[in-house]
């Protein structure tokens, strides 16, 4: 009976559709203009009345420069009497003259002026005046860096890929467009390297997008929810980044790039877990100190998820594991709280989302001063009054600053997330309550992709080749391939020769 419902209810819906376009079909350019007139913000008039055209446009989002410059001139004066004329006598490139009334109502509410000769209801012609408002390129606000390029995306389609253009001034750079968004319409580009990148990613990339029923895209996180392959999943699937120079170098290593106008964020994949700890100023300090940090940036991420969990355990289950060195200054600072150590690390740890949440919700500089006195009054307060021990303080604090150390938002957002079942199975079971949410988590990211890639290579599947810029980031002339994991047709990003000869002087 399952079987025959879904397949009435499918026919009902096929059969709703069909009506739907037949009578989008029928839909003409006087009956578009009239839904038109019900916005205040639409303007129709006609200039005289011996003029044959009337012209109609949103003032919203119309250069009005453009129009009274390029457009109204020759509007006004009668040597025109076609819509071909016309089309021939401004001196704008970007015109056409249109006979499908749903094109012309697109190209309307983008920001064209669309002008019509009284009486013609399927053709008009399309002129493109877009009023281009948007904000200077700036500098990176969530991926900063103090050495390295200081531009940012906009929340322009067009300048952010102008940005990667700039970077990447080749012919096989190629930009697919779509609209998503069954109110929104949201332009979204699909940017990659013809040749380099592998054509099975990009059209993963394009059928998913293609795919999208959801009604407003109005931002890149929108499509990094809508299309990751495990919506249960708390883990990124896609790299958020607001660098155009991070977005041309992961396509010169064959990823996919999605631009959603409006977003001043880009999404590269597909990507792996040890990418979200790799930052791209490690590209710009030398391999030594790059790789250090790395390793710093992956103890930052283990010391913050096990360091508070592991403290509720070996207190709760394990304290003849604790040193006796360590233990009187432990059982000194642990006197006087009526609380057992979940609660008073339960406390801890909602206090610091706390005081993150409203610093990142007030204007920088009061979202600064609440951080530090706040932590600094609160944390105090907390010891002094008996609530909570300074050893779980200094080890809350600690977890707190090294999930910051994560270069990617979003993972740093998973990080702290993923510190309560540890502490809640820490409780429960202990050391062995640990072990089994490192298990589980450990089997979930075995089995996560990302745009159907296994997200935990080069580790599993192990690719040798790939370690070179994952876990460390060795020498350039060692990175001869490109990642495994992206599948590139063409995988040597060039012959390596600089380490077999030695470097030479200009007198040599």
Known sequence: MGFFKSKLKRFNRDNKQKKNENSEHELRIDELL???????????????????????????IVDINILHQYILPYVKDNASKTLFDLQQAIPIDNTEIIDNVHEIRDKLLTGCVVIEVKGSLQ?????????????PVSLPEVEY???????????????NINLVRKRLPIPDLI??????????????????????ADKENVNTVLQRLNDIEFDQVVDSSFINQIISDNHKSPFPHLIDTERPDRVASVLSEGKITIIVDGSPHALTGPTTLVEFFSAFEDYFLSW?????FRLVRLFAVFF???????????????????????????????????????????????TIELLREAGARLPTKIGQTIGIVGGIVIGTAAVQAGLTSNVLLIIVALAALASFTTPVYQMGNTIRLIRFPFLITAQLWGLLGVTFCFAYILSHLLKMTSLGRPYL???????????????FRLPFFMQTKRPLQVRSPFPARFQSKGHKKPKRDIED
């Not at 930009?175 to 380099?196: C, D, F, N, P, Q």
């Not at 290579?457 to 080749?465: D, F, G, I, Q, S």
């Open 457 to 471: 290579a080069p580790v599993y599947p192990l690719r040798l080749n790939d370690l070179r810029d994952s876990l």
């Open 123 to 135: 053709e008009a012609l399309v002129i493109s005046a877009v009023s281009l408002e948007k904000r």
């Open 304 to 350: 913050s998820v096990l360091s508070t969990s592991l403290y509720v355990a070996v207190l709760t289950y394990h304290y003849e594991m604790i040193p006796e060195n360590l233990l009187n200054p432990l059982i000194a600072s642990r006197s006087g709280i009526p609380f057992p150590p979940i609660l008073e690390a339960i406390i801890l740890e909602l």
């Open 175 to 196: 930009v697919e467009e779509v609209k998503v968004g069954s109110l929104t319409k949201t332009r979204v580009a699909v940017l990659y390297i013809e040749g380099v």
């Open 288 to 292: 030594h100190i790059a790789s250090i």
């Open 145 to 159: 860096s103090v050495v390295g390029p200081k531009e940012a995306f906009v929340e322009s389609l067009d300048a």
């Open 34 to 60: 009239h839904r038109c007139k019900e916005s205040t913000d639409f303007v129709s008039y006609r200039y005289s009345e011996s003029c044959p055209f009337y012209i109609h446009y949103y003032q919203t």
